[in-house]
């Protein structure tokens, strides 16, 4: 993450989903569930707050709200989203999990 003025800029699929994860793990509620976020994480230093408007900002610049620029109300069924995002989502399912886990620090980074 980078800071953009006082609102913390997630631009990587994978660190948007360990924030989110960090963020649901950290909420008190019927979504403040711990199984994905079983430990500190390298989010854990972010106050929610800030967390969460972080991830609205990736969303809207993703492509994956209905709010984001990126939306066509002349295509209210179709967004396009970023080629990022596009290419994380054509990623196998442990590929997506070992990068999630690589940004929450759960996993080592790669040497390679
Ligand atoms: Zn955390």
């Given at each position: 993450m980078t800071d953009r003025g006082r609102i913390p800029v997630i631009r990587d699929p994978a660190n948007a989903a360990a924030a989110a994860k960090c963020w649901l793990g950290r909420t008190k509620g019927p979504l403040g569930l711990?199984?994905?976020?079983?430990?500190e994480c390298d989010f854990c230093h972010e106050e929610p707050a800030i967390l969460i408007r972080a991830l609205h900002e990736f969303a809207d610049w993703s492509g994956l709200n209905w709010r984001s620029e990126r939306y066509d109300p002349a295509a209210p069924n179709w967004t396009q989203l970023r080629p990022e995002i596009?290419?994380?989502?054509?990623?196998?399912?442990e590929q997506q999990a070992k990068l999630v886990g690589q940004s929450q620090g759960y996993i080592p980074e790669d040497d390679d």
């Open positions: 711990g199984a994905f976020h079983p430990e596009a290419e994380f989502t054509r990623l196998p399912r």
